[in-house]
């Protein structure tokens, strides 16, 4: 079955969003992952201050933990905090 990370945030700096989009995008195909959503996020209960979604799909739930933890993803979160707030979510079996 599928793993799922799921992302809502809001970007902070356009400019090192597309940064860190670009090399975050080769990970996840490093890791057999694929962007399948990106979009504007609509809350249906409660409350979020995010305003984009973004779902990437993986084999396996242990495929999207072992991108999120690899060494070469790790090495991109400090343009990550710099491009955009966000909630990570993992899910699957």
């Known amino acids: ?15 090192k969003m597309a940064e860190y ?6 990970v996840i195909a490093d890791h057999g ?10 809350v249906l209960v409660g409350q979020s201050p995010h305003k984009m979604l973004v779902v990437i799909e993986f084999p396996d739930k242990q ?7 690899s060494a070469e993803y790790q090495a991109l979160v400090p343009i990550r905090e710099q491009a955009l707030d966000a909630i990570f979510v993992l899910g699957g079996d």
């Open 1 to 15: 079955m599928s793993g799922y990370i799921c992302v809502n945030g809001t970007i902070l700096d356009q400019d």
């Open 21 to 26: 989009a670009g090399k975050a995008g080769k």
């Open 33 to 42: 992952g694929a962007i399948v959503n990106r979009s504007p996020a609509e």
């Open 63 to 69: 495929a999207a933990r072992g991108f999120f933890d």
